[in-house]
């Protein structure tokens, strides 16, 4: 079965920076685009970026543009998204999920918490 697991997450000062981290198994990694989805508390998920399965094009959320790459590593099935200046309205937990919409399976999740 398809499984997802985040990591990388904690608790930062704005203006910081953080690496995110995820590892698919159970399907073809390297076949399909990936996506990074947040939640704030109280509030929807929000699609932050989408990557195609060669990893050659992306697609950002205007809220994070110019402070997030996503990127993977499809030899280690993994996926990747470094986060800099960081801001207290990044506060969300972070999910890895198959696909380029951000509907697809997902992970348990990693937190970030963006605090002074």
């Known amino acids: 079965e398809v499984q997802l697991v985040e990591s990388g997450g904690g608790l930062m000062q704005p203006g910081g920076s953080l690496k995110l981290a995820c590892v698919g198994s159970?399907?073809?990694?390297?076949?399909?685009?990936m996506s990074w989805v947040r939640q704030a508390p109280g509030k929807g998920l929000e699609r932050v970026a989408a990557?195609?399965?060669?990893?050659?094009?992306?697609n950002y959320a205007e809220s994070v543009k110019g402070r997030v790459t996503l990127s993977r590593d499809n030899a280690r099935n993994e996926l990747y998204l470094q986060m800099n200046d960081l801001r207290p309205e990044d506060t969300a937990k972070y999910y890895c999920?198959?696909?380029?919409?951000?509907?697809?399976?997902w992970g348990q999740g990693t937190q970030v918490t963006v605090s002074s």
């Open positions: 999920v198959k696909g380029w919409l951000g509907y697809g399976d």
């Open positions: 159970g399907f073809e990694f390297r076949t399909y685009s």
């Open positions: 990557i195609n399965s060669r990893g050659n094009f992306t």
